[in-house]
């Protein structure tokens, strides 16, 4: 059987109580036989004071009956060579007069007279006599029935948290705990729900990636397959043109996955500046043959990956929508916006949001003409990177607006001026 948490917590608190018990019962003990011994000493001045050497036979008996009776107690008194006085309650004699063992509640024991004399008694214990490992047994196994419930309700808890992790650990993804409660326990499941969910849609999102990935190669390898055997048969220019575009088309596909992967793993950019996204993207436009306006705008980032974010915007708006596709940089206080805006058909009801998941299908768009690919999900990445947004509106006279927000950068630094180095 395995080890039970349960056992173990509920074991080591009755471990607890049974060690604070006895050591309570040690000390409480050793102060009861202080009092004792106190009241012991008491108890044989006040009786050898009560017999006198000077008394009768007659008079012992009175004092010994009084005595008696004051203490219930048995008392014998004995002359120095040990042979009976007087005596007064139920007759006994001790065996040995150092004996302990008691008798009906009594105890038995000698006094000795400063005359010679000696009393033998049995006399109650004094205050305070019981002992108190009785009483301290009684409350610690009250103490242990009541913790039972409490220990076996809170492991129990544990233990489907446990149950919960083994099951998730061994692939069931969708596996959540529950969370009741307000302890640490339920901070733990908590805690695991949400690192679940994360997981959960980081491993559906590269599934996704690698499905749609897959689907997304079979059109430029197919073309490229059929251009070689074309070009082994006939090696004419437009032959040539179709493999080193189906070609260019598989780079820049496999250099996105690169990049949306890579994205997905770091914490914070390698390299961080200031960046003009005015004079970025005026070079870009220049690229790519969109018009640029706006007015100088300073932001804090990595200006390859900003580069390749104004790049998808630009080529996205002149693959799916239509020109002019035209670029606006603008400061409003502390926010810096970039718009790329296209005059197409713009984005279906309803899928503004969805526009930005990775190899995006607009609805009513055939599958041959393929999906938007990782532009638009690139574009999301490096802008959450870069405590930034990105969002899409529709232009009311016709086609798509995308919008990206980055915090003004607020440190004077030097301007990383743009190069002509790709992303």
Known sequence: MRNSLFLKVYLTLLASLAVVAFTSA???????DELDRGWG??????????????????????????LADAFAADLALYNPHDQL????????????PGSRQSHDGKRPFVIRLADGRSIQARMPLGPGGRNPLGY?????????????????????????????VEIWGAGELGTRVATSGSDE?????????????????????????LANASHELRSPLARLRMAIDLYERSADQATKREIVQSLSELDSLVEEI?????????????????????????EEGARNDVAVTGSTAIISGDVRLLRR????????????????VIAEVATDGAIVRLCVKDHGEGIPDGEGTRVFEPFYRPTGRSESKGGWGLGLSLVRQIATHHRGSVRYERVPEGGACFIVEFPASSVAQPVARPTSTSG
Not at 91 to 96: H, I, M, S, T, V
Not at 309 to 324: D, I, K, T, Y
């Open 136 to 164: 301290l047994a009684v409350i610690a196994g009250v103490i242990g029935l009541a913790a039972y419930p409490v220990v076996r309700l809170l492991t129990r808890r544990l233990e489907r948290l446990r149950r919960g």
């Open 258 to 282: 690169l990049l949306a992967s890579r994205l997905d793993h770091v914490q914070k950019l390698d390299h961080v500046e200031a960046v003009d996204m005015l004079a970025l993207t005026a």
């Open 309 to 324: 974010l104004v790049r998808n915007l630009m080529q996205n708006g002149l693959c799916h929508g239509a020109p002019p």
């Open 85 to 96: 006085i007087a005596s007064a309650g139920e007759p006994f004699k001790l065996d040995a």
């Open 26 to 32: 040690f000390f409480v003990r050793l102060g009861q």
């Open 41 to 66: 000493g008491r108890r044989d001045k006040f009786i050898a004071t009560m017999l006198p050497v000077t008394d009768d036979p007659a008079m012992l008996k009175i004092t010994l009956d009084r």
């Open 185 to 209: 326990v339920a901070a733990v499941a908590r805690s695991f729900n949400i690192a679940a969910d994360r997981i959960e849609r980081l491993v559906d999102a590269h599934r996704s990636l």
